[in-house]
C-alpha cells in the first residue's frame, strides 16, 4: 500500500522568502509519479508540479521546485520568493504506474504568508 | 482549458435522503476520481471509474456508489444520507498514463441534517 505523510500541519514564511514543504512517501512499487496541488481558500485544486521515479533531475515549475531525494522517499517542494497569493493548503500525492492508478494524498500543509 | 463542473457547489439534506452529485468533464478523459476532503484526512478515495461502465472502489466506498453511463459523467450517489456524510466532495479526471495530472472541479459542500 502507498502512504504519503506531510508532517507541517501549517508553516508561516516571509513574503519574498523561500518556503520548504515536507512530504515523504511510501511504497515498493519502483514505477511512480509524485505531485503537489494547491488549494487556495477558494477550494479548486491547482497541479503545481511533478516529479517521475525515474526521473534524473528535479522538476521545476516558475518558482517552484520539487526536492527528489528517492533514496530517503522525499519530494519536498520549495516554493521559492513567495507572494502574498501563495497562501493555501498544499497537498502531496503519489501515484504508481499502473493505468487505472489512484492517487493518494497527504494531509496537507497549510501555508501562510506573512507580509 | 480542460473543464470539470459539478452539478452544484452547496448541498443541504436531510437525513435518510438519496443524494446524487454529478461530475461532467469536457476532455474526453478515460480516468475519473471521487473524492472526499475532511479537515485534517487529506483527500480520501471514494470511487474511481476508469471506462464508460467500469467502477472501483477507493478507499472508502462504503455508504457510497457510483454510476457512469457516459464518459463525460460520472456521479456519485449517496442511498441514503447521514450526517457522517457531511464533507466536501471533489470531482477529478484525467487520462491514463503515470504523468498526467488530476483536473479537479471546483468541489461540492455536502451538510447532511
Known amino acids: 500500500a502507498q502512504k504519503i505523510t506531510q508532517t507541517q500541519p501549517g508553516m508561516f ?24 496541488y494547491k488549494q487556495p481558500s477558494s477550494g479548486e485544486m491547482i497541479f503545481l508540479i511533478y516529479q517521475g521515479s525515474y526521473d534524473q533531475q528535479n522538476a521545476t515549475e516558475g518558482r517552484y521546485s ?23 493548503m498544499y497537498f502531496c500525492a503519489m501515484r504508481i504506474n499502473t493505468n487505472a492508478g489512484k492517487s493518494t494524498f497527504g494531509d496537507g500543509t497549510t501555508l501562510t504568508v506573512k507580509p | 482549458d480542460v473543464k470539470v463542473t459539478q452539478s452544484s457547489r452547496y448541498l443541504v439534506k436531510r437525513t ?12 474526453d478523459h478515460e480516468n475519473m476520481f471521487w473524492y472526499r476532503q475532511d479537515p485534517g484526512l487529506g ?21 457510497y456508489s457510483v ?14 444520507a ?16 503515470l504523468a498526467y495530472e488530476q483536473y479537479f472541479g471546483p468541489g461540492t459542500r455536502l451538510t447532511v441534517t
Not at chain 2, 16 to 27: A, H, N, P, R
Not at chain 2, 82 to 97: F, H
Request: proline share 4%; glycine share 6%; net charge negative.
Open chain 1, 13 to 36: 514564511v516571509q513574503e519574498k522568502e523561500a518556503v520548504t514543504l515536507d512530504c515523504t512517501y511510501d511504497t515498493s512499487d519502483p514505477s511512480y509519479g509524485l505531485f503537489w
Open chain 1, 66 to 88: 520539487l526536492n527528489f531525494q528517492k533514496a530517503r522517499k522525499s519530494a519536498n517542494l520549495v516554493i521559492s520568493a513567495s507572494q502574498l497569493g501563495d497562501s493555501a
Open chain 2, 16 to 27: 435518510g435522503e438519496k443524494v446524487f452529485l454529478e461530475c461532467v468533464q469536457d476532455m
Open chain 2, 43 to 63: 483527500l480520501r478515495l471514494i470511487y474511481f471509474s476508469y471506462d464508460v461502465k467500469m467502477k472501483e472502489k477507493g478507499d472508502i466506498p462504503e455508504g
Open chain 2, 67 to 80: 454510476s457512469r453511463e457516459k464518459k463525460e459523467r460520472f456521479s456519485l450517489i449517496l442511498e441514503s
Open chain 2, 82 to 97: 447521514s450526517t457522517n456524510q457531511t464533507s466536501m466532495y471533489l470531482c477529478a479526471s484525467r487520462p491514463p498514463g
